[in-house]
């Protein structure tokens, strides 16, 4: 089990963004088999499928606190700063990164003011990441699956598709919080 930080890339264009994935159990986004036809060992103490876990997410003053707790785990916690980047310059950009987006184009750097003044949201579901476009135009997001236009009946039919069950979830939203209702309205 991960979770990736996406830049919010610096200029007008983001062909060049990237995510850097941090390890929560087993193993972190890099870790992958030899070729297309294998797998990577199992993590010795990753997350059994069915499994529980839980995760706390609390952004406050621009500082974004992740807490992941499960039994039988260490808990882990960590922090994100949204307003003031780490990520400006190339040589900022961590190794996973440069190693798996950097060959691909992908090598852009991160506003010095991070997510400041931007609009967030938060995704609770199951997002695979894939788009139906061939592996050979971005190895990282397109696994070739073929997603039949949304029809989900096609998509079990064919084993393309991911699914993802959650036993209880809760979102408190502060009253000083800035809405982005009118973007999820045009967007959703």
Known sequence: MFWHYEI??????????WDYSHAVWGDDFS???????????????????????????????????????????????????????????????????QKLFFPIG???VERAEAYTGEGCFFKLGCYNQTNGKSPEENKNWCSGAETHDGDLS???ADGNYAEVWFKTASIQVSEAAVSNEGYFTKND
């Open 8 to 17: 919010n890339t610096a200029g007008n264009n983001n062909a060049k963004r």
């Open 106 to 108: 992908q090598d852009g």
């Open 31 to 97: 870790v992958v088999g030899l070729d297309a036809n294998t797998y990577p060992e199992e993590p010795k103490d990753g997350i059994a499928l069915g499994e529980e876990f839980s995760y706390e997410i609390e952004v406050k003053d621009g500082i974004m606190n992740l807490t992941f707790t499960s039994e039988g785990h260490e808990t882990k916690t960590f922090t994100k700063n949204l307003i003031e980047s780490e990520y400006i310059t190339k040589g900022d950009i961590p190794e996973q990164t």
């Open 154 to 156: 096609k998509q079990y």
